[in-house]
């Protein structure tokens, strides 16, 4: 019989809630382009602002997840999503779109940096990263299967964004809040063959040397020798 496999739900949500601002990225740069005073290729600049944000957000912290939790790091990623993406649906400025939009990105690629940080710890980390993608593309087809019923402008697609790092958050709760130590800095115990302890106890004090009785010693000195 197979072994049962757990699944980190945790951080498949996590990796859904990061990753679907790049799957929402054309319909949220064609309703830029509508909804704002951009041209095609202003609005194509802006969702590379909010691409580059979020790459930046993994190459600075991928290496840091350890040091600082994965629960509080994924909060924090989800925080500045849920700000970012909702601040840039609100408004109604290019320079608030912007800002909101990068702030978002930010966060949406410290999400899935603490995601992908958790997967890659999984005993089958292939299975867990495809059900992640499995369910950022269920978000994103349902998305784009309501956006259009909900009127013009550039609001709906980022406020889906932050609605979904909403979402997630409560599942934080079930991230380690400080991750173990890491092999490098895990003590282990003394081995019971190195050590002082083990090293070979010292010889027990030698008793006086057995000695001849006398009367044998005499016995011996006195028999007669053969002749």
């Not at 990796?15 to 005073?37: E, I, K």
């Amino acid at each position: 019989m197979f072994a049962p496999r757990t699944i980190a739900w945790p951080f498949v949500a996590l990796f859904t809630a990061g990753y679907v601002a790049p799957y929402l990225l054309p319909t949220t740069v064609g309703r830029l382009d509508s909804g704002l005073p951009l041209t095609a290729t202003q609005a194509g600049a802006v969702g590379s602002a909010l691409l580059l944000s979020s790459a930046a957000a993994g190459f600075l912290l991928a290496s840091k997840v350890d040091r600082i939790g994965a629960r509080r790091l994924a909060r924090i990623g989800l925080a500045l999503a849920v700000a970012g993406y909702g601040w840039a649906a609100l408004s109604g400025g290019v320079a608030a779109v912007v800002t909101g939009a990068m702030i978002g990105g930010f966060g949406s690629g410290t999400a899935t940096t603490v995601a992908a940080t958790g997967i890659a710890a999984q005993r089958d980390p292939h299975r867990t990263t495809t059900l992640g993608l499995l369910g950022v593309s269920a978000l994103a087809g349902a998305v784009y299967l309501t956006v259009p019923h909900l009127g013009p402008g550039h609001g709906q697609p980022l406020a889906a964004i932050a609605l979904t790092a909403l979402a997630v958050w409560p599942l934080t709760n079930r991230l380690p809040l400080d991750t173990a130590a890491t092999p490098q800095t895990r003590r282990t115990p003394p081995s019971p063959t190195s050590g002082p302890a083990c090293s070979s106890p010292p010889p027990s004090p030698a008793g006086p040397s057995p000695r001849t009785p006398s009367g044998a010693s005499a016995a011996t000195s006195a028999s007669p020798r053969p002749t």
